[in-house]
């Protein structure tokens, strides 16, 4: 069987989750500013990467891809 192949995804995370945040070895920052950094990752396995990244709350935005960022919006709406 093939490996599964590592997805990319943007995430925003802002106020002081952006202050604190420490990069995980397969992060970089692409964009900072005084409020909010975005970071560029990648990840393996979705159930996963949705519950490593639930704990930031509103402080983190998935900015893509896109069905994820879904499965996240209604995650949280349905946790609300």
Excluded at 26 to 40: G, R, T
Excluded at 56 to 73: A, D, M, N, R, W
């Amino acid at each position: 069987l093939p490996f599964p192949r590592s997805k990319n995804a943007k995430l925003m995370l802002m106020d002081k989750l952006a202050k604190s945040y420490t990069l995980k070895e397969n992060e970089k920052i692409v964009q900072k500013n005084k409020d909010y950094i975005v970071i560029s990752t990648t990840y393996d396995d979705k159930t996963l990467f949705m519950k490593s990244i639930l704990r930031y709350g509103e402080l983190c935005k998935i900015l893509s891809p896109q069905h994820l960022k879904t499965t996240y919006v209604n995650y949280i709406s349905k946790m609300g």
